[in-house]
């Protein structure tokens, strides 16, 4: 007796939202218009460089960094529900440990020179993972804002022992010099005959990023992700179907410390030097900003936030020729810093008040109003 | 000997000052289950105001004068940002306040500019001796009013009709609600008592130094005073500030010679360890309110 071969699952044309099975569902790409438009996307990125001239390049190449700082975020505050104002905190450590590994051992700072970024990009990931699993007991022993208070602090005692510990930051107002880009002896921060370093710079970066998004996507669409989602949404509830808080609130912060390690250690490879008081509130509260103007609990809102508050300053920058009353110059009042400043709280509300799921509820909206046009659904 | 009780005594003073910080943070916690992280700006307000106010009205209608103001200003921004959100996760509160905070910073700060303004305090830096030690004046001000402060408050809960309603409020919201207790109104009432007392406690800040741009991360401090205490607990607020000042204030006289690897200026984040170790062991503070969680 033959039994007939169970049907392969397959996508109905013109019925996006009817799956035959979960593994459709849970595709990374579970609808046609998405392969297309996300393949068409990478292509338009790989071929800005050649368009755009270098300044804009560098601010792209560092809004991809950010990119992947915002998703290990987004990893800890939006899927597993844990508000931590830490990040900065996670950057400091990966990029001083990348800064470390590479940096010149004759300088006056730390420095092992080994320049490889396949040796210092996992390693800053790694020590910035330990730090975050070293956090996380507090966090399974407290909840909510007792939490964001802790991280909070975590920020300040990380800010005195930068500025404290000059030879290995360099000291506040002084710096030192980030980490090397250099794979097997090809130096991405050096322009080379067929590119040029901001070129380079932005290539390897969206590379990474690409890399670092779809190991996170894998990671919410698995079992960890719909448990860091159960602990979000009901902590009570996931522990008693199984969900251990103590265990995936200690993994929760893990990954997110390695991206944010990860992110930390890339950042200033584009403009080559930092000082520690860079690592400061502000940063925590712009990183929490990405998160909740991308979207809260979504990669690709991720992305979109950290690109948006990258490029935020760049466009304040062009504002005094249209605004008369707003200053240039740092000593006016208002200046564009100021502005800028006022406008990353202001947007912070904002999206709070009017669209809760940040950027991506604005193209989910855009998205289902064209799906049905011109009918109203 | 004396260099130990001084330096207790200038804690207890700035102590004091955190102390009415962390009640403006528990008021509005207990009455929003929000933690208010503007409280910064409404500090930083408050000082930059009696410092322009203090020239045409003397220093203590114009703390008066900016106690109102900022209280004003605090249940305006109640108002406009903070009620629109009711029943939304108080994480996206909480991150609201944040973003106030961050864009009223940079307004403030545009009034104080690169200066530093005095607020013209009539106690300065002079000193005078109490019982064999000698203790600034201001620090003997501070603690003196936020003892007034702090009496008033509690008779204010204790005794008064509104107060009875902010104490049910906290208890239970809809309990209260269906008790005729108007919620909104205990709303608007517990920020603008924050924003009273963050007024207060700048203009104390402010005396001896003055108020400069740097000024706010002073009002965190009182972070780690209500972790210390416990989010839900008004005394626990004022003993967490006043174990907050000590601790900072004996950290700076005694850390350089004790443990100089700890590095410059160590007292400013030493509130920081102390919330670090005192959660490790107490997750709910001194005197906060245990969860207990029923299915």
């Given at each position: 007796m033959t039994t007939t071969p169970a049907r392969r699952p397959r996508q109905l044309s013109g019925?996006?939202?009817?799956?035959?099975?979960?593994?459709?569902?849970?595709?990374?790409?579970?609808?046609?218009?998405?392969?297309?438009?996300?393949?068409?996307?990478?292509?338009?990125?790989?071929?800005?460089?050649?368009?755009?001239?270098?300044?804009?390049?560098?601010?792209?190449?560092?809004?991809?960094?950010?990119?992947?700082?915002?998703?290990?975020?987004?990893?800890?505050?939006?899927?597993?529900?844990?508000?931590?104002?830490?990040?900065?905190?996670?950057?400091?450590?990966?990029?001083?440990?990348?800064?470390?590994?590479?940096?010149?051992?004759?300088?006056?700072?730390?420095?092992?020179?080994?320049?490889?970024?396949?040796?210092?990009?996992?390693?800053?990931g790694l020590v910035a993972a330990l730090f975050g699993v070293l956090v996380a007991p507090l966090a399974t022993r407290l909840r909510g804002l007792y939490l964001a208070i802790v991280t909070l602090g975590l920020v300040f005692l990380g800010e005195h022992i930068f500025k404290e510990w000059s030879s290995l930051t360099g000291g506040p107002g002084v710096g030192r010099p980030a980490a090397v880009p250099e794979l097997f002896g090809y130096r991405f921060d050096e322009g080379g005959e067929l590119l040029t370093r901001d070129q380079q710079l932005y290539l390897l970066m969206l590379v990474?990023?690409?890399?670092?998004?779809?190991?996170?996507?894998?990671?919410?669409?698995?079992?960890?992700?719909?448990?860091?989602?159960?602990?979000?949404?009901?902590?009570?509830?996931?522990?008693?179907?199984?969900?251990?808080?103590?265990?995936?609130?200690?993994?929760?912060?893990?990954?997110?410390?390695?991206?944010?390690?990860?992110?930390?250690?890339?950042?200033?490879?584009?403009?080559?030097?930092?000082?520690?008081?860079?690592?400061?509130?502000?940063?925590?509260?712009?990183?929490?900003?990405?998160?909740?103007?991308?979207?809260?609990?979504?990669?690709?809102?991720?992305?979109?936030?950290?690109?948006?508050?990258?490029l935020v300053p760049r466009l304040t920058r062009e504002l005094p020729a249209y605004v008369p009353f707003i200053a240039a110059e740092p000593t006016g009042v208002p200046n564009v810093f100021q502005v800028e400043t006022v406008l990353y709280g202001l947007l912070i509300i904002g999206f709070l008040i009017f669209e809760p799921r940040g950027l991506y509820g604005i193209w989910v909206r855009l998205r289902n109003y064209w799906k049905s046009w011109p009918f109203s659904y | 000997m004396i260099e130990f009780l001084q330096g207790v005594a200038g804690g207890l003073g700035d102590g004091s000052v955190y102390a009415l910080l962390a009640l403006g943070f528990v008021i509005i916690y207990k009455s929003t289950r929000v933690i208010n992280f503007s409280q910064p700006a409404f500090m930083l307000a408050g000082a930059v105001l009696v410092s322009y106010l203090v020239g045409p009205l003397g220093f203590y209608l114009a703390v008066a004068v900016g106690v109102l103001v900022t209280a004003m200003l605090a249940l305006g921004v109640e108002r406009v940002a903070v009620r629109?959100?009711?029943?939304?996760?108080?994480?996206?509160?909480?991150?609201?306040?944040?973003?106030?905070?961050?864009?009223?910073?940079?307004?403030?700060?545009?009034?104080?500019g690169t200066d530093v303004r005095q607020v013209g305090d009539p106690w300065g830096l002079a000193s005078r001796p109490l019982l064999g030690v000698p203790v600034q004046e201001r620090h003997i001000a501070m603690v003196l009013t936020a003892a007034v402060a702090v009496a008033l408050?509690?008779?204010?809960?204790?005794?008064?009709?509104?107060?009875?309603?902010?104490?049910?409020?906290?208890?239970?919201?809809?309990?209260?609600?269906?008790?005729?207790?108007?919620?909104?109104?205990?709303?608007?009432?517990?920020?603008?008592?924050?924003?009273?007392?963050?007024?207060?406690?700048?203009?104390?800040?402010?005396?001896?130094?003055?108020?400069?741009?740097?000024?706010?991360?002073?009002?965190?401090?009182?972070?780690?005073?209500?972790?210390?205490?416990?989010?839900?607990?008004?005394?626990?607020?004022?003993?967490?500030?006043?174990?907050?000042?000590?601790?900072?204030?004996?950290?700076?006289?005694?850390?350089?010679?004790?443990?100089?690897?700890?590095?410059?200026?160590?007292?400013?984040?030493?509130?920081?360890?102390?919330?670090?170790?005192?959660?490790?062991?107490?997750?709910?503070?001194?005197?906060?309110?245990?969860?207990?969680?029923?299915?």
């Open positions: 019925r996006p939202r009817f799956y035959t099975s979960y593994a459709q569902q849970l595709r990374m790409f579970n609808t046609r218009p998405k392969r297309v438009s996300v393949g068409v996307l990478m292509a338009l990125a790989v071929l800005v460089p050649f368009y755009v001239n270098d300044e804009v390049l560098q601010l792209l190449a560092v809004g991809f960094v950010a990119s992947i700082g915002a998703i290990g975020l987004n990893i800890v505050t939006g899927y597993a529900g844990q508000i931590s104002l830490g990040h900065a905190f996670f950057l400091a450590i990966g990029a001083y440990t990348a800064a470390a590994l590479s940096g010149d051992p004759d300088e006056r700072t730390i420095g092992f020179g080994i320049t490889n970024l396949l040796v210092w990009l996992p390693a800053a990474l990023l690409a890399i670092f998004a779809v190991l996170a996507f894998n990671l919410v669409r698995s079992k960890v992700g719909r448990a860091f989602s159960a602990v979000r949404d009901r902590d009570i509830a996931a522990e008693i179907m199984g969900v251990s808080l103590r265990k995936y609130k200690t993994l929760a912060f893990a990954v997110s410390s390695f991206y944010a390690g990860c992110a930390g250690a890339l950042l200033y490879t584009v403009a080559g030097f930092f000082d520690p008081t860079s690592f400061n509130l502000l940063m925590s509260v712009q990183y929490i900003a990405m998160v909740l103007i991308g979207g809260a609990g979504t990669i690709s809102g991720s992305i979109m936030g950290a690109m948006f508050i990258t | 629109p959100m009711i029943g939304k996760p108080v994480f996206a509160i909480a991150i609201i306040t944040l973003g106030i905070d961050i864009a009223m910073r940079v307004v403030v700060n545009g009034f104080i408050l509690f008779a204010f809960f204790k005794y008064t009709r509104i107060g009875l309603a902010m104490r049910a409020s906290a208890v239970d919201q809809e309990a209260a609600l269906t008790q005729g207790v108007s919620v909104g109104t205990v709303f608007a009432l517990s920020w603008a008592i924050a924003g009273g007392l963050a007024a207060i406690g700048g203009t104390f800040v402010a005396t001896g130094a003055g108020a400069d741009q740097q000024m706010w991360i002073i009002a965190l401090k009182a972070l780690p005073a209500i972790i210390l205490g416990g989010l839900d607990s008004l005394e626990g607020a004022v003993a967490g500030g006043l174990i907050i000042g000590v601790v900072e204030s004996l950290v700076g006289t005694y850390q350089a010679d004790i443990a100089p690897w700890l590095g410059n200026n160590f007292a400013v984040v030493s509130p920081y360890v102390v919330m670090l170790l005192v959660l490790l062991v107490r997750p709910y503070g001194l005197f906060g309110t245990r969860e207990v969680e029923r299915v």
